[in-house]
């Protein structure tokens, strides 16, 4: 089995309150529940001190099965309703994804 | 235990060959032997559709037990040494650190 991750940085608008931000979290955990090829989610705040993060302040990182899978979940009504809502609040976004691959020694 | 995740986006600048990416990926992931605080690596590169990943091509993610690993891992000399040649080989750096967490349904 397969696993390609899907990374979102994001930077919320200065006037999205904390508790709208918690309930767009609470949102993007919740299309696991709903697209069958999103395996998880998991989300957290930078904390970096390097100084490179070029003003991102939120992770959120899912997985997937396959490149495929990433597909079905973008063009998925439970995700396009819930992009439209959540990239409305955001100042800044980026999105990569990749399948995570250790080196040999 | 905690986890933080330390994830760096990478754009190689264009002069920059195969041959002398895959030995700086060597490079990157040789760190893990080197820093104690470092617990693993991996990488990918990026396969996003969503045109959202800002001219980024490179994933790189590793994994600490504390963010104070990651101060460790920052200024230990054999960072700062692979840090000084792998920077000098890319045209856009963005890193962000987090503790990755679970949204309770």
């Given at each position: 089995?397969?696993?390609?991750?899907?990374?979102?940085?994001?930077?919320?608008?200065?006037?999205?309150?904390?508790?709208?931000?918690?309930?767009?979290i609470?949102?993007?955990?919740?299309?696991?529940?709903?697209?069958?090829?999103?395996?998880?989610?998991?989300?957290?705040?930078?904390?970096?001190?390097?100084?490179?993060?070029?003003g991102?302040?939120?992770?959120?990182?899912s997985s997937?099965?396959?490149?495929?899978?990433?597909?079905?979940?973008?063009?998925?009504?439970?995700?396009?309703?819930?992009?439209?809502?959540?990239?409305?609040?955001?100042?800044?976004?980026l999105?990569?994804?990749?399948?995570?691959?250790?080196?040999?020694?």
């Amino acid at each position: 089995m397969g696993e390609v991750k899907h990374i979102l940085l994001a930077k919320f608008k200065d006037d999205v309150s904390q508790e709208q931000i918690d309930l767009l979290i609470k949102g993007y955990a919740n299309l696991v529940n709903h697209v069958e090829p999103m395996k998880s989610f998991r989300w957290g705040k930078d904390v970096s001190v390097e100084n490179l993060h070029q003003g991102f302040t939120h992770v959120f990182e899912s997985s997937f099965e396959t490149t495929e899978g990433i597909a079905t979940y973008i063009s998925h009504p439970a995700h396009v309703e819930f992009a439209d809502s959540f990239l409305a609040q955001l100042d800044k976004v980026l999105v990569v994804d990749y399948k995570p691959t250790a080196v040999e020694p």
